[in-house]
């Protein structure tokens, strides 16, 4: 398969950003090993500052086993608003240079700019800009991966971080690719990467060397993506606003909800989160799904599927209150709720009238 070797793509990464916010907001912080999230014994770090990280503390880690790790880790809560914010600042940031925008989460985004706005005669000099725009407007560093694919960029955004900028030119991609392992590579996972070294497969030139047969035997549909990218090849597009397919939050508590209005105080800030998401992004979705994980770590989920969208936030409290009744009494005490609503599009796209149908 052929990909355009004249696109200029960039991949923007910001710098642990979470704990980035917070050591920028907080002088007190700075410079010492800092952890966003929960510092109880059910705590999960949501991001770790390079001070941390040291110590080899690591996002989702729980925080009972980073503070073994690092008995000065600083817990801060998080607060998505400020860092939502700050993201939106970023993103004004790029529509200065381009409109072919991809945002991945709140803290990183693919970037076309193979033509862009600024008239800029490289996609290098463009990554630097952005780069310095952003220290200048919001006091934080950024890494950029410059190279022809998304693929490429966004292996090249983590080689050189933090503040970092590499750079994989087009003659360059085939020899980048098959010396890096296979856990490397964006998309491929510690479960994946452990059954390709079982197959004698631990670089991408043993990758390379596998037929596209034999990959799509092995491991599925996914097997052909990885062929490709084993030859530097990734003829994805950069796909401006493109639609989640499922929006949600969810939550561990410190100690196990028994009762009833436990719960139901514990679901309003995720509904809340989930649906201010959705107003945000001007998108509705047909079903709803309720995440149930009890004392005992065994989990269910719960799910109810309208005809058409959801029409409002009284809609989709509607459907978790019965998606809840369904499963109680409770035999035991549950440790971790979750909301998520899918089968998203447009909000103009769809009438809001529908018929239920539940999903056990």
Same mark, same amino acid.
């Given at each position: 398969m052929e990909q355009p070797e004249n696109r200029k793509i960039i991949h923007? $990464?910001?710098? !642990? +950003?979470?704990a980035s916010v917070e050591q920028r907001d907080n002088p007190d912080l700075r410079g010492k090993p800092v952890a966003v999230g929960g510092a109880g014994l059910r705590g999960v770090v949501a991001a770790a500052s390079y001070e941390a990280r040291r110590f080899g503390v690591r996002s989702a880690m729980a925080s009972s086993m980073?503070? =073994?790790?690092?008995?000065?880790?600083? +817990?801060?809560?998080? =607060? +998505? *608003?400020?860092?939502? *914010?700050?993201? =939106?600042?970023i993103r004004c940031i790029f529509?200065?240079?381009?409109l072919l925008i991809e945002p991945l989460s709140l803290d990183e985004a693919y970037l076309d700019v193979t033509e862009n706005l600024a008239n800029h005669s490289s996609a290098t000099q463009t990554a630097l800009a952005i780069? $310095?725009?952003i220290r200048q407007e919001t006091g934080l560093t950024a890494s950029a991966g410059v190279s022809y694919n998304k693929f490429l960029a966004k292996l090249a955004s983590d080689y050189n971080k933090p503040d970092g900028l590499y750079v994989i030119k087009p003659h360059q991609g085939l020899a980048f690719v098959e010396s890096l392992n296979v856990e490397q590579f964006h998309g491929i996972g510690r479960v994946t990467a452990a059954r390709m070294n079982e197959l004698g497969i631990f670089t991408g030139l043993d990758l390379r060397h596998r037929t596209e047969a034999f990959l799509t035997q092995t491991f599925g549909k996914v097997g052909h993506h990885y062929y490709l990218i084993a030859r530097a090849i990734d003829p994805r597009p950069v796909t401006p606003n493109r639609i989640r397919?499922?929006?949600? !939050?969810?939550? #561990? +508590?410190?100690? $196990?909800?028994?009762?009833?209005? !436990?719960?139901?105080e514990a679901i309003t800030p995720l509904v809340d989160r989930v649906w201010d998401y959705c107003e945000r992004m001007q998108i509705v979705g047909r079903t709803v799904t309720l995440k149930v994980k009890y004392a005992n770590f065994n989990q269910i989920t719960r799910s109810r599927s309208l005809i058409h969208a959801v029409p409002d936030k009284p809609g989709l409290w509607r459907i978790l209150l019965e998606l809840l009744e369904s499963i109680l009494p409770l035999s035991q005490g549950i440790r971790l709720l979750g909301v998520?609503?899918?089968?998203?599009?447009?909000?103009? !796209? #769809?009438p809001t009238n529908g018929q239920l149908r539940l999903n056990l």
């Open positions: 923007i $990464d910001m710098d !642990a +950003f979470y980073a503070v =073994r790790k690092c008995p000065n880790l600083m +817990f801060v809560k998080p =607060r +998505f *608003e400020v860092y939502k *914010e700050v993201s =939106r600042q529509e200065q240079y381009t780069k $310095d725009q397919k499922s929006v949600g !939050a969810e939550t #561990t +508590f410190e100690q $196990d909800l028994q009762e009833h209005s !436990a719960l139901i998520s609503l899918s089968s998203l599009q447009e909000k103009d !796209a #769809t």
